[in-house]
C-alpha cells in the first residue's frame, strides 16, 4: 500500500499543496521554502498531536489544519494485517475498492475521517486501532536525528527491538546463558561467596554509623541482583570494520548518517520477517545527503530506488543534484518555492530538469564545467593512470573529461549515447565527431559483443575515434620498468583494487618520455581527444 496523493491545507508556511506520488519521490528548493513543513505536516497525520496557532498557517488561530492522504493499494494492505478483528474491520469499511481517503484536521486531531469512493465511513467500535494496524508503517528521518537514537541499546529504537525480541527469547531456551545466571548467584550471593563475605562485612560497617541516629536499625546488607537481558546489552556498541575496525561512534557523520538509514531498512525487513509480513513502510527521509559525499550520495539513491521497487515508498527533500540528474519512470521530482511567506510545491518535468540542476549547483555559469571533449575508457584503472598522466605532463593541453565505462561495452554505449543526448543543442551532438572511444582487445568470449558495438558505431570507428590496445588489459600494456608490466596470467589474479593501485603508481611515476615511447596508443587516445577539442 502506497500513498497516491497528499492534501495539505493551512499548515504552516502552506496554504494549499496537493501532490500525486510515485514510487520514489524527491522534494528540492532552496533554504527555508517549505520542505520539512511538508514532511512535518504528513508527521503530524500520523501522531494526530494537538495543533497551536504557531502550527498554523500564517499563525492565524481561525484556520483550520487539514491533511489528507489517499492510498492505493488497500486490498494488499487488508489482506497482509495479521490480526483478524482488525482485519475484518478494515475489509468491511473497503466493500471491496482498492482505493481509501483518510484525513486530519486540528478541528478535532483525535479523530480521522475515512472516505472510500468519495463516501464518508461511520467509524465502528475500535476501528482507530484497526486503521493503526493497516496504515502503512511510517519512518520519518529528520535532520536532527542522529545515529545513537537508531543504533544505541534501548527499548525503543530500532536495534533495541530487533536484539530484545530475538535474542530474548533464544536466551531463555540456552543452557549457557542459565549456568551464567547461576554462576553469578554463586560468586555474588551464596553464603561461603568471598565477595558476599566482603559486603556482609561492609554493611555491618555501614550499620554502626548508620544506628547512631537511628537506633532501631538492626542490620544493612548489599545485594547484587542477578543481571536481566536489558542489562547486558546497555554497553551495547556497533561496530564497523571499513578498512579500520573501530566503533560506529567513532566513525564520521557521513559513515553514521548512512549507517542510521541502513538500520532503518534492516529495520523494515526485520518487521515485515515477523509481525508485520507485507506490510509497507514510507521513508520520509529530510535532507537525505546530510553529510554525504556525492558518489555515496549516488548509491544512496540507488539502495532506495531499489528499496521503493516493492511495497515500500520513499520521499526525501534534498539540496543535492545527484538525485536528481538520473531520472527513472518509478520516481515523481517536485519542486518548492516560497512567495510572500507562501509555500508552493509543484511537479517538475524533464523540461526543468537542466535549469533545476543549474539552481542546486548555484546558478553560475562556471558550474556548468563543459569540457572541450570527451575521451571513454575501459575502466577506472585507465582513469586513475590517464588523469595523473595530464596533471603531471600535459596540463597545458585542452581540458577533457575521461568517463570509465566500468569493462562493459554497453555502459560504454550508453555514455555515447548519454553524452550525444545531453550536448544535442540543435537536434546534433556537438561532440559526435570529437569523442574518442579507447577499448581493450576483446577476449574471444566478449568479442561478438565488442563487434556489435563496433557495427552500431560504424562512422565513429570509421572516422578513427575508436583505438583498441594491442592487449586484453592495461596491465599488460605498462612498461617493463619498476615491474610495472604484468603478464595475461598475473593480471587476472589481480583484484580489482590492486589493478587501480597500480594504475596510480605508474599514473604518478611514469615519464612523459617512457609513456609516449612504450604506452604509444594511450598517447594517441590523448592526443585525438586534444587535437579534436573545441
Same mark, same amino acid.
Given at each position: 500500500?502506497?500513498? &497516491?496523493?497528499?492534501?495539505?491545507?493551512?499548515?504552516?508556511?502552506?496554504?494549499?499543496?496537493?501532490?500525486?506520488?510515485?514510487?520514489?519521490?524527491?522534494?528540492?528548493?532552496?533554504?527555508?521554502?517549505?520542505?520539512?513543513?511538508?514532511?512535518?505536516?504528513?508527521? *503530524?497525520?500520523?501522531?494526530?498531536?494537538?495543533?497551536?496557532?504557531?502550527?498554523?498557517?500564517?499563525r492565524d488561530g481561525n484556520r483550520e489544519i487539514t491533511v489528507s492522504l489517499s492510498f492505493t493499494g488497500a486490498?494488499?494492505?487488508?489482506?497482509?494485517?495479521?490480526?483478524?478483528?482488525?482485519?475484518?474491520?478494515?475489509?468491511?469499511?473497503?466493500?471491496?475498492?482498492?482505493?481509501?481517503?483518510?484525513?486530519?484536521?486540528? /478541528?478535532?486531531?483525535?479523530?480521522?475521517?475515512?472516505?472510500?469512493?468519495?463516501?464518508?465511513?461511520?467509524?465502528?467500535?475500535?476501528?482507530?486501532?484497526?486503521?493503526?494496524?493497516?496504515?502503512?508503517?511510517?519512518?520519518?528521518?529528520?535532520?536532527?536525528?542522529?545515529?545513537?537514537?537508531? /543504533?544505541?541499546?534501548?527499548?525503543?529504537?530500532?536495534?533495541?527491538?530487533?536484539?530484545?525480541?530475538?535474542?530474548?527469547?533464544? !536466551?531463555?531456551?540456552?543452557?549457557?546463558?542459565?549456568?551464567?545466571?547461576?554462576?553469578?548467584?554463586? $560468586?555474588?550471593?551464596?553464603?561461603?561467596?568471598?565477595?558476599?563475605?566482603?559486603?556482609?562485612?561492609?554493611?555491618?560497617?555501614?550499620?554502626?554509623?548508620?544506628?547512631?541516629?537511628?537506633?532501631?536499625?538492626?542490620?544493612?546488607?548489599?545485594?547484587?541482583?542477578?543481571?536481566?537481558?536489558?542489562?547486558?546489552?546497555?554497553?551495547?556498541?556497533?561496530?564497523?570494520?571499513?578498512?579500520?575496525?573501530?566503533? &560506529?561512534?567513532?566513525?564520521?557523520?557521513?559513515?553514521?548518517?548512512?549507517?542510521?538509514?541502513?538500520?532503518?531498512?534492516?529495520?523494515?525487513?526485520?518487521?515485515?520477517?515477523?509481525?508485520?509480513?507485507?506490510?509497507?513502510?514510507?521513508?520520509?527521509?529530510?535532507?537525505?545527503?546530510?553529510?554525504?559525499?556525492?558518489?555515496?550520495?549516488?548509491? $544512496?539513491?540507488?539502495?532506495?530506488?531499489?528499496?521503493?521497487?516493492?511495497?515500500?515508498?520513499?520521499? +526525501?527533500?534534498?539540496?543535492?543534484?545527484?538525485?536528481? &540528474?538520473?531520472?527513472?519512470?518509478?520516481?515523481?521530482?517536485?519542486?518548492?518555492?516560497?512567495?510572500?511567506?507562501?509555500?508552493? +510545491?509543484?511537479?517538475?518535468?524533464?523540461?526543468?530538469?537542466?535549469?533545476?540542476?543549474?539552481?542546486?549547483?548555484?546558478?553560475?555559469?562556471?558550474?556548468?564545467?563543459?569540457?572541450?571533449?570527451?575521451?571513454?575508457?575501459?575502466?577506472?584503472?585507465?582513469?586513475?593512470?590517464?588523469?595523473?598522466?595530464?596533471?603531471?605532463?600535459?596540463?597545458?593541453?585542452?581540458?577533457?573529461?575521461?568517463?570509465?565505462?566500468?569493462?562493459?561495452?554497453?555502459?560504454?554505449?550508453?555514455?555515447?549515447?548519454?553524452?550525444?543526448? /545531453?550536448?544535442?543543442?540543435?537536434?546534433?551532438?556537438?561532440?559526435?565527431?570529437?569523442?574518442?572511444? $579507447?577499448?581493450?582487445?576483446?577476449?574471444?568470449?566478449?568479442?561478438?559483443?565488442?563487434?556489435?558495438?563496433?557495427?552500431?558505431?560504424?562512422?565513429?570507428?570509421?572516422?578513427?575515434?575508436?583505438?583498441? !590496445?594491442?592487449?586484453?588489459?592495461?596491465?599488460?600494456?605498462?612498461?617493463?620498468?619498476?615491474? *610495472?608490466?604484468?603478464?595475461?596470467?598475473?593480471?587476472?589474479?589481480?583484484?580489482?583494487?590492486?589493478?587501480?593501485?597500480? &594504475?596510480?603508481?605508474?599514473?604518478?611515476?611514469?615519464?612523459?618520455?617512457?609513456?609516449?615511447?612504450?604506452?604509444? $596508443?594511450?598517447?594517441? /587516445?590523448?592526443?585525438?581527444? *586534444?587535437?579534436?577539442?573545441?
Amino acid at each position: 500500500m502506497k500513498i &497516491a496523493s497528499v492534501v495539505i491545507k493551512n499548515f504552516r508556511s502552506i496554504e494549499h499543496a496537493e501532490l500525486s506520488f510515485s514510487d520514489f519521490n524527491i522534494l528540492i528548493g532552496q533554504n527555508n521554502t517549505g520542505k520539512t513543513n511538508f514532511f512535518e505536516a504528513v508527521n *503530524w497525520f500520523y501522531t494526530g498531536t494537538s495543533a497551536g496557532s504557531d502550527m498554523k498557517f500564517q499563525r492565524d488561530g481561525n484556520r483550520e489544519i487539514t491533511v489528507s492522504l489517499s492510498f492505493t493499494g488497500a486490498q494488499h494492505g487488508a489482506e497482509n494485517m495479521i490480526n483478524e478483528a482488525n482485519r475484518t474491520k478494515i475489509q468491511n469499511i473497503l466493500s471491496g475498492s482498492d482505493e481509501i481517503k483518510i484525513t486530519r484536521s486540528s /478541528a478535532d486531531p483525535r479523530r480521522r475521517v475515512v472516505e472510500i469512493d468519495g463516501e464518508i465511513k461511520r467509524n465502528p467500535t475500535g476501528f482507530d486501532t484497526a486503521l493503526n494496524d493497516f496504515l502503512p508503517k511510517f519512518e520519518y528521518i529528520h535532520t536532527r536525528q542522529y545515529y545513537d537514537e537508531f /543504533a544505541k541499546y534501548s527499548q525503543k529504537s530500532a536495534v533495541g527491538i530487533m536484539l530484545s525480541s530475538v535474542i530474548e527469547e533464544i !536466551l531463555s531456551e540456552d543452557e549457557k546463558y542459565r549456568a551464567f545466571r547461576s554462576t553469578f548467584e554463586d $560468586l555474588f550471593n551464596a553464603e561461603d561467596s568471598a565477595v558476599s563475605n566482603h559486603f556482609r562485612a561492609l554493611g555491618k560497617s555501614v550499620k554502626t554509623h548508620l544506628e547512631k541516629q537511628f537506633s532501631e536499625c538492626s542490620k544493612v546488607f548489599f545485594e547484587v541482583l542477578s543481571p536481566e537481558f536489558n542489562d547486558l546489552l546497555k554497553k551495547f556498541e556497533t561496530v564497523v570494520d571499513d578498512g579500520i575496525e573501530t566503533y &560506529a561512534s567513532e566513525k564520521g557523520d557521513g559513515m553514521q548518517r548512512a549507517l542510521m538509514l541502513a538500520i532503518i531498512q534492516a529495520y523494515a525487513d526485520y518487521r515485515k520477517a515477523r509481525e508485520d509480513a507485507g506490510k509497507s513502510f514510507l521513508f520520509f527521509i529530510d535532507e537525505a545527503e546530510l553529510h554525504l559525499h556525492p558518489t555515496a550520495q549516488r548509491k $544512496l539513491k540507488e539502495v532506495l530506488l531499489e528499496l521503493s521497487a516493492d511495497l515500500d515508498q520513499v520521499i +526525501i527533500s534534498t539540496h543535492s543534484s545527484v538525485f536528481v &540528474a538520473d531520472t527513472g519512470t518509478r520516481e515523481s521530482v517536485f519542486k518548492t518555492e516560497k512567495n510572500d511567506c507562501k509555500t508552493e +510545491i509543484f511537479k517538475t518535468d524533464d523540461i526543468d530538469k537542466p535549469y533545476i540542476i543549474y539552481e542546486l549547483l548555484g546558478g553560475s555559469p562556471a558550474d556548468l564545467l563543459l569540457p572541450r571533449n570527451f575521451l571513454i575508457v575501459e575502466g577506472p584503472s585507465e582513469l586513475e593512470l590517464l588523469t595523473r598522466v595530464i596533471k603531471r605532463h600535459y596540463i597545458d593541453r585542452p581540458p577533457i573529461q575521461i568517463i570509465s565505462a566500468e569493462g562493459d561495452t554497453h555502459q560504454a554505449k550508453r555514455s555515447i549515447n548519454a553524452i550525444s543526448k /545531453a550536448y544535442s543543442p540543435m537536434g546534433s551532438s556537438i561532440y559526435h565527431e570529437k569523442i574518442i572511444i $579507447l577499448c581493450d582487445k576483446p577476449t574471444a568470449k566478449a568479442k561478438g559483443g565488442f563487434d556489435q558495438f563496433i557495427e552500431a558505431h560504424k562512422a565513429i570507428y570509421k572516422r578513427g575515434q575508436i583505438l583498441i !590496445l594491442p592487449h586484453g588489459s592495461l596491465e599488460e600494456c605498462y612498461p617493463t620498468e619498476n615491474g *610495472w608490466n604484468k603478464t595475461e596470467d598475473e593480471t587476472k589474479n589481480l583484484l580489482g583494487h590492486h589493478k587501480k593501485q597500480l &594504475a596510480k603508481n605508474v599514473g604518478d611515476n611514469i615519464s612523459k618520455e617512457s609513456f609516449e615511447a612504450n604506452m604509444p $596508443l594511450l598517447f594517441e /587516445a590523448l592526443s585525438k581527444a *586534444w587535437v579534436n577539442a573545441f
